[in-house]
C-alpha cells in the first residue's frame, strides 16, 4: 500500500500544481506573492503527506483490491532416503496479486523502484552536504563587515523589527547577498566587491530583503522544501514546485522591503539589476537553502511586481484562514477507506457467522485462496524456524531406524507437538502449537503475555485470544471471530519411539515427530490444512484422525477445495474430489505409501 499511497500523491501533487499555475494567472493572485508562495509550499507539502483520514462512504475493499501480499518461493527441502535438510529464503513483497503465477518469475517492480528511488536520494543529500561544505569553508574566511555597514544594518533592521540584528560578514567570492547561519547566529554575507560598488541607500536595500527573510523564517521553508526535493528527486513537479515557491519568497520579500521602507521603487529595481549583473561576472556559488537575494531565471517578474503599487507583502487573516482549510483537506486525498467491521467479542469463537464457499473463478475467490497459501506458507515456516530452536539430543536414536541398538547421540530437528504443555514443555496447563510458533510470526510479545500456568480461556489468556494474528484467519471468512482457519491433524499419541505405520500424522508424537522419521518423505506429508471449524485459535484442540475411520471434513471456505503445506515447507491447492487413499498416504509420515493425486498449479 506504500507503493499505492506514492503514486497517488504524486498524481495528485501533479494536478494541484496544475491548478495554482492556472490560479496564479488571476490578479487576485499575482498582487498576492505570499499566498501564494504558501500554496507552492502546500504543493510540495502533499507529495508526503499519507492519506491520514479514512472516509467512511468508499467500500472496505476498494483500497485493497489490486494488490495483496505474498512471498517468493521457498526452496524445497533436498531429501534423501534418511535426512531432510531445509533450505529456505522467505521474503515478503507487495506485487499485484494476478501477475504472479505458480512457478514463473516476475520482477518485483515496486521494490525495484523504491531502491532506484532510494538510490537517488542518497545521491541527492550526498551532494546538498558536498555543497554545504563547500560553502562552510567559504564562511570560515568571512570577515567582519566595518563599523559602517553594521550602523546601517541596525537602522535598517529596527524599521522593520528585527531583534536581535544579525552579523555582516565579507567574503571574497563572487554570490549572491544571502542570509547565513554563521557559529549558530544569522548573519548577512555579502561579497565584498559588490558591496564597495553599491551606497548606502541601495545597501539599505539589500539589507531590507535579506532582513524580510528572517522575518519570514524562509530557511525553514527551504529546508523543508528541499527535503521533499531529496525525497521526490523523480517527480518533476516537486522540483517545478521548489523553484516556483522560492520564487515567490523573494517575491514576498521584494514587497515586503519596499513597503517597510521609505525607498523609490527605482532605486530598489537598480539594486537588484547591480546584484545581477555583479553574478554575470562569475559562475556563482549557490548555498543550500539559504534565502539569498534572488536568481536571476525570475527576473522579469519580480520587476513587475516592484513597479506594482497593490502588491501585498502579507497575506490577510481571510486568505490564511481559507488557505489552512484546503491545506486540512489534504490529508483526506487520496482517501483510504474506512473499515466498518465490528469488533468481536472475546467468546464469539462459538458464535461465529459461518462464511460461505467461494469460488476459485471469482476475483475475491481467486485473491483470497492467494493470501490462504501465503498464511500457509508463513506457517510452514515458522515450523522450520521452530524446529531449527528446539533441537534436542535423545540417546538410542540412530540415523539407521532400521538398527535401533546403534545409539548415536546428536542432535536432530522435530516438528512441535500438536499439544505443549507449560511453557517449554514443563508444566502442567496444555497450550496449542500455534502458541509455540508466535515468536516464529513476528508476534513474540504475545508469547511473552501468555499466561502458560493458566488455562487457556482463562481471563488473562482471553486477552490473548483478542489479539489473534491474521496468519490464523482465513481471508474468505465472512464473519469476524477468533477461530482458527489452520489446523493439524492428530492421531494417536505414541511416544518419541514409535516408527512407521505407529505414525498415523505427523503430530501424533507426544515429544514432536523427528524429521528423520518422515520416512515418506517431507514433501509428501501434510502438515498444516484448512479447515473451517468452530476452534478458538488459542485453544489446544485441532483435527482428530483415526486411520481406519472415516475422514476428517477439510476445507469450507472454497468450493473448488482446501489449501494446505507439506512437511518441507511447500503449499498446494488440493482440487476436491480427492480419492481417500490419496489423502490419507497424505497425512502418514511413514507408512510406506506415497499419494498418486495430481495437483493443479496454484500452490507456490
Known amino acids: 500500500m506504500l507503493f499505492e499511497a506514492v503514486l497517488q500523491n504524486a498524481a495528485l501533487a501533479t494536478v494541484l500544481a496544475v491548478l495554482v499555475v492556472l490560479a496564479e494567472r488571476m490578479p487576485f493572485l499575482r498582487r498576492r506573492p505570499a499566498l501564494t508562495h504558501l500554496l507552492w509550499f502546500a504543493?510540495?507539502?502533499?507529495?508526503?503527506?499519507?492519506?491520514?483520514?479514512?472516509?467512511?462512504?468508499?467500500?472496505?475493499?476498494?483500497?485493497?483490491?489490486?494488490?495483496?501480499?505474498?512471498?517468493?518461493?521457498?526452496?524445497?527441502?533436498t531429501e534423501s532416503s534418511d535426512t531432510a535438510w531445509t533450505i529456505r529464503a522467505p521474503i515478503a513483497m507487495a506485487v499485484p496479486v494476478a501477475s504472479v503465477s505458480a512457478g514463473t518469475w516476475r520482477p518485483d517492480f515496486p521494490s525495484l523502484m523504491f531502491a532506484v528511488s532510494f538510490a537517488g536520494t542518497l545521491i541527492f543529500f550526498t551532494r546538498c552536504a558536498w555543497r554545504s561544505a563547500r560553502v562552510a569553508r567559504l564562511?570560515?574566511?568571512?570577515?567582519?563587515?566595518?563599523?559602517?555597514?553594521?550602523?546601517?544594518?541596525?537602522?535598517?533592521?529596527?524599521?522593520?523589527g528585527v531583534a536581535p540584528v544579525p552579523d555582516i560578514q565579507f567574503v571574497n567570492a563572487c554570490i549572491s547577498p544571502v542570509l547565513s547561519l554563521i557559529r549558530q547566529k544569522a548573519a548577512i554575507v555579502l561579497p565584498r566587491q559588490l558591496a564597495e560598488e553599491l551606497d548606502d541607500e541601495q545597501l539599505a536595500c539589500i539589507f531590507s530583503h535579506e532582513l524580510a527573510h528572517l522575518v519570514r523564517h524562509d530557511r525553514a521553508f527551504n529546508l523543508a522544501g528541499l527535503t521533499v526535493v531529496g525525497l521526490f528527486w523523480w517527480h518533476p513537479v516537486a522540483w517545478w514546485s521548489f523553484r516556483q515557491m522560492k520564487a515567490r519568497q523573494e517575491e514576498?520579500?521584494?514587497?515586503?522591503?519596499?513597503?517597510?521602507?521609505?525607498?523609490?521603487?527605482?532605486?530598489?529595481?537598480?539594486?537588484?539589476?547591480?546584484?545581477?549583473?555583479?553574478l554575470q561576472r562569475r559562475r556563482e556559488l549557490n548555498?543550500?537553502?539559504?534565502?539569498?537575494?534572488?536568481?536571476?531565471?525570475?527576473?522579469?517578474?519580480?520587476?513587475?511586481?516592484?513597479?506594482?503599487?497593490?502588491?501585498?507583502?502579507?497575506?490577510?487573516?481571510?486568505?490564511?484562514?481559507?488557505?489552512?482549510?484546503?491545506?486540512?483537506?489534504?490529508?483526506?486525498?487520496?482517501?483510504?477507506?474506512?473499515n466498518r467491521q465490528d469488533k468481536p467479542s472475546a467468546d464469539s469463537g462459538k458464535e461465529a457467522k459461518a462464511a460461505l464457499p467461494q469460488s476459485l473463478d471469482?476475483?475475491?475467490?481467486?485473491?483470497?485462496?492467494?493470501?490462504?497459501?501465503?498464511?500457509?506458507?508463513?506457517?510452514?515456516?515458522?515450523?522450520?524456524?521452530?524446529?531449527?530452536?528446539?533441537?534436542?539430543?535423545?540417546?538410542?536414536?540412530?540415523?539407521?531406524?532400521?538398527?535401533?541398538?546403534?545409539?548415536?547421540?546428536?542432535?536432530?530437528?522435530?516438528?512441535?507437538?500438536?499439544v505443549v504443555y507449560g511453557k517449554?514443555?514443563?508444566?502442567?496447563?496444555?497450550?496449542?502449537?500455534?502458541?509455540?510458533?508466535?515468536?516464529?510470526?513476528?508476534?513474540?510479545?504475545?508469547?511473552?503475555?501468555?499466561?502458560?500456568?493458566?488455562?487457556?480461556?482463562?481471563?488473562?489468556?482471553?486477552?490473548?485470544?483478542?489479539?489473534?494474528?491474521?496468519?490464523?484467519?482465513?481471508p474468505a471468512d465472512e464473519a469476524v471471530n477468533y477461530n482458527s482457519a489452520y489446523f493439524v491433524l492428530v492421531g494417536k499419541l505414541v511416544d518419541d519411539t514409535a516408527n512407521g505405520p505407529a505414525l498415523q500424522t505427523l503430530f501424533s508424537s507426544k515429544l514432536g515427530v523427528a524429521f528423520r522419521q518422515i520416512t515418506d518423505g517431507t514433501s509428501n506429508t501434510l502438515a498444516v490444512v484448512e479447515a473451517k471449524r468452530d476452534i478458538p485459535w488459542t485453544k489446544p484442540e485441532d483435527i482428530p484422525y483415526d486411520p481406519s475411520g472415516k475422514l476428517p471434513q477439510l476445507g469450507g471456505y472454497f468450493k473448488e477445495g482446501f489449501c494446505l503445506n507439506f512437511a518441507d515447507g511447500h503449499?498446494?491447492?488440493?482440487?476436491?474430489?480427492?480419492?481417500?487413499?490419496?489423502?490419507?498416504?497424505?497425512?502418514?509420515?511413514?507408512?510406506?505409501?506415497?499419494?498418486?493425486?495430481e495437483f493443479r498449479r496454484l500452490g507456490f
Open 424 to 474: 517449554d514443555g514443563k508444566g502442567k496447563y496444555p497450550h496449542s502449537w500455534r502458541i509455540e510458533l508466535l515468536p516464529y510470526l513476528k508476534a513474540k510479545n504475545l508469547y511473552d503475555e501468555y499466561r502458560f500456568d493458566e488455562p487457556w480461556d482463562s481471563p488473562a489468556n482471553k486477552v490473548i485470544l483478542e489479539k489473534m494474528p491474521e496468519v490464523f484467519r482465513n
Open 139 to 160: 564562511l570560515r574566511r568571512a570577515a567582519p563587515a566595518p563599523g559602517r555597514f553594521a550602523s546601517l544594518l541596525a537602522d535598517v533592521a529596527d524599521r522593520l
Open 362 to 418: 471469482s476475483q475475491d475467490g481467486y485473491v483470497n485462496s492467494r493470501q490462504s497459501i501465503r498464511n500457509l506458507k508463513q506457517l510452514a515456516i515458522a515450523l522450520h524456524d521452530w524446529a531449527d530452536a528446539h533441537q534436542i539430543i535423545m540417546p538410542g536414536k540412530t540415523d539407521n531406524l532400521a538398527d535401533p541398538k546403534s545409539a548415536l547421540n546428536s542432535p536432530f530437528h522435530r516438528f512441535p507437538p500438536a
Open 571 to 597: 503449499c498446494q491447492f488440493v482440487y476436491e474430489p480427492i480419492k481417500d487413499a490419496d489423502l490419507k498416504a497424505l497425512i502418514s509420515p511413514a507408512a510406506g505409501d506415497v499419494s498418486n493425486h
Open 287 to 338: 548555498l543550500v537553502a539559504s534565502p539569498g537575494f534572488g536568481h536571476r531565471t525570475h527576473i522579469l517578474r519580480r520587476f513587475e511586481m516592484i513597479a506594482n503599487l497593490s502588491v501585498r507583502p502579507t497575506c490577510s487573516l481571510g486568505a490564511v484562514a481559507l488557505l489552512a482549510l484546503c491545506a486540512a483537506s489534504f490529508i483526506c486525498f487520496p482517501a483510504r477507506a474506512e
Open 43 to 77: 504543493v510540495l507539502m502533499k507529495l508526503v503527506i499519507p492519506p491520514l483520514v479514512p472516509l467512511p462512504v468508499l467500500p472496505g475493499a476498494a483500497a485493497d483490491m489490486g494488490t495483496k501480499t505474498v512471498a517468493r518461493r521457498v526452496v524445497r527441502q
Open 252 to 278: 514576498c520579500c521584494d514587497a515586503l522591503a519596499i513597503s517597510r521602507l521609505a525607498r523609490s521603487r527605482r532605486l530598489y529595481a537598480q539594486t537588484l539589476l547591480t546584484s545581477l549583473e555583479f
